[in-house]
């Protein structure tokens, strides 16, 4: 059974770091093709994609957000950190870490976590 | 960049058939999977690579994608479908794509 979870501070104040750990069992991030990914929503708003790491630890950054993302992965924990930089009000989000599948040339997202909501405000 | 464009909102009444659609520049060429999202919950994959059913999603939910548009239908919509739904296809240079969501109200 795979799961993910979330965890990290619910709340940062403008320019600080946000550092988000993903922590996830039934699965290795050891194993060929497979990656985990971060989305977040900001509150009553559309899911944004934000970085993906792979099994091999290549990284994916969405364009608008490279600059300010990072992520890395401690893979005998079972954890991706999600690393965002210069954090502003309007990164207030829930922030998702999910389960990526690769199946015909194509990627999407079966198991999701729960979501850990994140305030910036000072 | 590759956008995808849906309606912001959608009704249907109860026990008759809603249609939601994703548009895109020749979506028909990618794969399209919709997601199902109801307040304060994470969303649950409802249909993978077009119109494939994961375990447990009921028949009622179905996929299409051809041309400029991919189709969710949902037939004998109920109460308990109320949510937003997302598509999102692969891209090979922005990688993840998601449309901006609908809302379906069942009246």
């Known amino acids: 059974q795979i799961t993910l979870k979330e965890s990290g501070p619910t709340q940062v104040k403008p320019t600080e770091t946000l550092t988000l750990t993903c922590t996830f069992s039934?699965?290795?991030?050891?194993?060929?093709?497979?990656?985990v990914v971060w989305i977040r929503q900001p509150p009553g708003k559309a899911l944004e994609w934000l970085a993906l790491?792979?099994?091999?630890?290549?990284?994916r950054y969405s364009p608008s957000l490279k600059s300010r993302v990072t992520l890395t992965k401690d893979t005998s924990k079972n954890q991706v950190v999600l690393t965002m930089t210069d954090m502003d009000p309007v990164d207030t989000a829930t922030y998702y870490c999910?389960?990526?599948?690769?199946?015909?040339?194509?990627?999407?997202?079966?198991?999701w976590g729960q979501g850990i909501l994140v305030t910036v405000s000072s | 960049s590759y956008e995808l464009t849906q309606p912001l909102s959608v009704s249907v009444a109860l026990g008759q058939t809603a249609r939601i659609t994703c548009g895109g520049n020749?979506?028909?060429?990618?794969?399209v999977h919709w997601y199902q999202q109801k307040p304060g919950q994470a969303p649950v994959l409802l249909i993978c690579?077009?119109?494939n059913r994961p375990s447990g999603i009921p028949e009622r939910f179905s996929g299409s994608n051809s041309g400029n548009t991919a189709t969710l239908t949902i037939s004998r919509a109920q109460g308990g479908d109320e949510a937003d739904y997302y598509c999102?296809?692969?891209?090979?240079?922005?990688?993840?794509?998601f449309g901006g969501g609908t809302k379906l109200t069942v009246l």
């Open positions: 999910a389960h990526r599948i690769a199946v015909g040339g194509t990627h999407y997202f079966e198991y």
């Open positions: 690579r077009d119109s």
């Open positions: 790491l792979y099994w091999n630890d290549d990284k």
């Open positions: 999102q296809v692969w891209d090979s240079s922005t990688v993840v794509i």
């Open positions: 020749n979506i028909g060429s990618r794969s």
């Open positions: 039934g699965f290795s991030l050891s194993t060929f093709g497979l990656g």
